[in-house]
């Protein structure tokens, strides 16, 4: 099966933007690990099966390609204000969708607010249904296939992916940042047993600008790198333990995730249509990703 085609059944299926990589050694690993051993201990899962993120074939045997998917899930235009007013109270909400609350002080606040990637069903599900529908439409047209998926929990070294893939080139917030979509969207994709012809890398950058730095209210962000024990999300989304007083006070609202570095992205701003089948017809709360 030639790459095209399998990109065009990924886009068929709603992803946002897909490309090709070949399967074996990430020289970007090599830095993904010395970042890894300081992390602080809620990241300590990043450390593990080191030798499966350095070669998806590690991971997936018999994978030679991987197909990676960008799934948008927020797009200029929408009102984040009325997003949160469906959500209801954000500690219930959270509780329905089957996240863990762990800073229950911070939700309790006036106007507590939820990063926009929460306002919606388990990206997680969803995620992996659509990409196990790719799958099987994949193996539908090429008989013989055998592919894996991965999104987040998978020991894969995404972002990178994504970057060798030319969906998106790694912003000053390090995430991938595409010049058509912004960086309001997951990763996901799948280790395939095909010969795909890879996709060029994005070679892009931010250049001079350093608008999510500064937008950082608790300085993770510099250079390119994050301090986890700093960064907002860390806290209120993967460690337990409570927060420290002097970033709690510089939250700026955010009691689960944080959007403030992506707001204040130029590319974020920029109007594109949201995905067919995967924008919220309906406000994000309700209708939001609901893996239809």
């Not at 399967?23 to 992390?39: C, K, L, V």
């Not at 469906?86 to 606040?109: V, Y």
């Not at 069903?121 to 659509?130: A, I, M, N, P, S």
């Amino acid at each position: 099966m030639e790459s095209a085609r399998v990109k065009e059944i990924a886009l068929a299926h709603g992803v946002a933007a897909a490309g090709t990589v070949k399967a074996g050694d990430i020289a970007e690993f090599e830095r993904f690990a010395e970042a890894s051993a300081s992390a602080p201990p809620g990241l300590a899962y990043l450390t593990r099966e080191p030798l499966k993120r350095k070669n998806i074939s590690n991971w997936c045997a018999g994978a030679r390609s991987a197909l990676v998917c960008a799934f948008r899930y927020w797009a200029p235009g929408l009102d984040y204000a009325a997003a949160r007013e469906t959500a209801g109270d954000p500690g219930e909400f959270l509780k329905a969708s089957g996240r863990k609350i762990n800073q229950p002080k911070l939700l309790q606040m006036p106007g507590a607010k939820i990063s926009r990637y929460a306002l919606c069903r388990d990206y997680h599900l969803t995620v992996k249904e659509k990409l196990a529908a790719i799958l099987e439409h994949i193996k539908a047209e090429a008989p013989g296939t055998e592919g894996m998926a991965f999104c987040d929990t998978s020991p894969v070294m995404e972002k990178e992916f994504a970057r060798l893939a030319g969906i998106g080139f790694r912003g000053k917030n390090t995430l991938i940042v595409s010049r058509g979509l912004g960086s309001y969207f997951f990763l996901g994709g799948l280790a395939l047993n095909l010969d795909l012809e890879p996709d060029k890398p994005a070679e892009d950058s931010c250049g001079g600008c350093g608008l999510c730095e500064r937008a950082c209210p608790t300085g993770a962000l510099s250079g390119g790198r994050l301090d986890a024990g700093r960064c907002l999300s860390y806290w209120t989304t993967q460690c337990r333990g409570e927060i420290p007083a002097d970033l709690a006070a510089k939250s700026s609202g955010f009691a689960y995730g944080c959007d403030l570095c992506q707001e204040a992205c130029p590319l974020n701003a920029a109007q594109g249509p949201v995905t067919p089948g995967l924008g919220p017809e309906e406000p994000p709360a309700r209708r939001f990703f609901r893996g239809s």
